[in-house]
């Protein structure tokens, strides 16, 4: 695998992430260190950057630098944005930073930034239709997604310390200076006409101010996951976040659980003007995305050539991705996929199920043993566990625990779901009973790991056969499947019997 | 990595494990096969293997070469044990093997039965001085262990299948065949003059039975766990579920939590042969061995011209090799470990602990970051549940619950310890407090990853000085280290500040 750094300066933060990767094929993140230098910090004032802060950026540029060198990163992209973009003494840091590194840092334009943003956004969370926003320091960019394609994009300086040093004076914030934040946000977007909420169009948000606004909410929903990539944020739960931090002071904000220490002076400018974009679009609810510009550059050098720099399948590719770094057995893999995904077919009469569960029955096939990394035993456990903590990318949260609880159930014993209750909707238990019965009568028939069976029919009646047509001795297979049709029989409430043809 | 597959045909199971390994260096078990074939059917009344049971191993060793075929299993190792050994009619199971497959399986006797089982315990569980035993289908193997070699050698025809073939006529079973079952254990071991329990000699089991003894212990007292490697089973919990079991008949022994269903007629017999057992030496409790026969014959492949083939200190060894499998960052690991050791010893006379604290801090160093093979993001719980999950030689429960603990708090916050509360001793709280803060310093010591700090003094006094010295700028290091003193600050009970030296 090779190694690139990525590295963005920010406003607020500076970040690094280390991607290890094959190209087109897989990658993992195995690094990341932020830094909160608050580069703008005096320069909505002074339109100049000040000496500290430019000491603060430059430390801790050379320490992601000595970083790199150290941890055998191959290739280092850095960037900055926003702060360094609009400073009249853009030399001054120039200077310092060549005077303790060697890093080639590039100034991307704000059109250059929301690109990267909607790139990584739309990798992320499989968005091919809707709108990506950015909320940074010093900014934020708002792009137009149709078909894959960025068709109109929107960069405001609108940013979270921005904002704070320009509008929050007091603590907790007064009355005056919410309405006077308020106001600056909403005329943030009056012109943005193309923003327009549309069921079929999605609103995305990236950045930090978006993560910590979804964690909050998470830690007051008691959220069984936990993920905030791909995690809805209503329009609803925003408001009561506001709520809360414009009538807390310092001391109060830090206490809220959700909300780090280097967050708490600049969430509240973060949320009010999220806040007025979705009034602006008159949207109910985004998707937080743990991806942007970062991620959106690794996407563009993982994908040379591809442009836009788009996964073909974000879903797929996510799959085989977490089963490639696990080491799956591919051809084992695929015959269960294969079996599994033809019983469902054959079974549709009994379960009425579609598209969608077909495709999620075929996800979890390729995944189910990824647990064996961690152990053999109780691997099933382990691929559950690696499910809900991986990278998946396209996914709603929904989806996640499903494939959880089938990649748990695929080999014995039967997930308890009660946990996850406010992300089920009320018939998946029956759903995921069904399906992860077919998972384990696959699994079973391939056992031996020899692809042996050819192909299944299933012949429906009163009670169930299936015939498996195999191409040799299957009958360990079938004998070991028909001892595992208790989750079959009581998901389809039906007597099974699987037999050789 | 080579693949090996390592077979047991054993009286009751058969059963196939797969390694992974390069040699000396690092291994996982990938695969595991496990079929209840019951060989010994029969034997015990008529000294003959039956032809079903043979029909049965078969089918089960021709599944087993397939799957090593169809995944690349470079070699294979197999053997037999007490039910071919003994049959009379060897030459029928050979003829029906040979006609079925091209395995080349090998009837090992009774002392290498009983010594491969002693190198797989002796390694899993670190065990120098002491006895192993395994208890299997058709017989028991002590062993007598002093200075990690084999002294002497038991085997006896006392297994859970002979014996409940034997002695169980009834269901529940009768005070009657209760009786002759215990007196016939009893009688097992009567000559085993060797066998005494000594506060430095341990008493370890291993096979199915005590396994399923230890599982079901534990779901009785909710033990939070999900291992039982290395569980301490206690004469008295052995007493009680003999109780369950002797008042219970099938259907009621399907309803017991921890038995599985192919091991509701056999366990019985198996946990009266291991009472008489710690009867016979007076021990009042045993430690279980995840690993036996198999693991040692793989042992014995892995350490080829070592002999007996024992890890030098399987502690060390496995800790190690998570380490690998995760790609852990070495130099990095290991200055983490030296600055965090450092830190302990010059503290001494603040915490008062000894060489068992700092051989555990210096193993939390090595696999602090194993996580992130699991996902970037929060990797210090995915550490903890690595640690808590993956395989560790020779470790307690306590052990590895602490370890579990400082991996969780290397970065920040602290792991909630209370549902391990029946593993820790009273202590254990303050203790992983202590360690774990020191971790943590050294890791933000450590931060930019590139062992530039030297070393460090600390200044004991009102409040505590660390005196950093380093071959280059350690600024941003020290500067980070500073801002997570804080639970350094309330494990010892003191301020502290760290500074360049």
Chains 1, 2 share one sequence.
Request: charged share 25%.
């Amino acid at each position: 695998m090779q190694k690139i750094g990525i590295i963005d300066l920010g406003s607020n933060t500076t970040r690094l992430i280390v991607m290890a990767y094959e190209p087109e094929r897989c990658f993992r993140l195995v690094d990341e260190v932020s830094e909160v230098v608050r580069l703008a910090e005096g320069v909505g004032a002074t339109g100049r950057l000040q000496p500290k802060p430019i000491r603060r950026a430059v430390v801790a540029l050379s320490m992601f630098e000595t970083l790199c060198r150290r941890t055998g990163v191959d290739h280092v992209i850095a960037v900055g944005t926003s702060a360094i973009r609009e400073a009249e003494n853009q030399h001054e840091f120039w200077d310092a930073l060549r005077a303790e590194t060697t890093l080639d840092l590039r100034i991307i334009s704000a059109q250059e930034e929301a690109f990267y943003g909607f790139v990584g956004t739309a990798n992320a969370l499989g968005l091919r239709n809707g709108f990506t926003f950015d909320t940074g320091g010093g900014s934020t960019q708002v792009v137009a997604v149709r078909n894959g394609q960025p068709t109109e994009t929107y960069s405001v300086q609108a940013g979270v310390v921005r904002f704070t040093e320009r509008y929050v004076s007091s603590d907790p914030i007064s009355k005056r200076d919410l309405r006077n934040l308020r106001q600056a946000a909403q005329e943030s977007f009056a012109g943005l006409t193309w923003l327009q909420a549309h069921p079929d169009y999605r609103l995305a948000g990236m950045g930090g101010t978006i993560r910590t606004l979804a964690r909050i909410d998470q830690k007051q929903r008691q959220y069984p996951l936990d993920r905030v990539h791909g995690y809805q944020l209503s329009r609803e739960a925003l408001s009561n976040i506001i709520e809360v931090l414009s009538r807390s002071n310092r001391r109060e904000r830090e206490q809220i659980p959700g909300l780090k220490t280097d967050r708490t002076d600049v969430t509240l400018a973060g949320a009010i003007i999220i806040e007025q974009l979705m009034t602006c679009g008159r949207f109910e609810s985004l998707t937080v995305s743990g991806q942007g510009v970062r991620e959106g550059l690794f996407y563009a050098h993982f994908l040379q050539g591809i442009e836009p720099p788009l996964l073909d399948n974000p879903r797929t590719f996510s799959i085989k991705n977490l089963a490639r770094l696990s080491n799956y057995e591919e051809a084992h893999c695929d015959k269960v996929g294969s079996l599994s995904q033809s019983l469902f077919d054959q079974l549709a009469p009994l379960h009425g199920y579609g598209a969608w569960e077909r495709e999620l029955l075929g996800y979890a096939a390729i995944i189910h043993d990824i647990g064996v990394a961690v152990g053999y035993y109780d691997h099933h456990k382990h691929s559950e566990y690696l499910v809900q903590n991986g990278t998946l990318l396209g996914f709603t949260h929904r989806e996640i625990a499903i494939l959880g609880a089938l990649v748990r159930n695929h080999r014995k014993g039967q997930a308890d779901l009660s946990p996850y209750a406010q992300i089920f909707a009320a018939d998946d238990s029956q759903r995921i009973a069904r399906l992860s019965s077919l998972l384990r009568i696959a699994e079973y028939l391939e056992r031996s790991k020899s692809q042996v069976v050819r192909a299944v029919r299933v012949e429906l009646g009163e009670s169930i056969r299936i015939v498996v047509e195999a191409d040799g001795d299957a009958s360990v297979g079938i004998w070991d499947a028909n001892r595992r049709t208790g989750l079959f029989r009581k998901a389809f409430e039906r007597d099974v019997e699987i037999v050789q043809g």
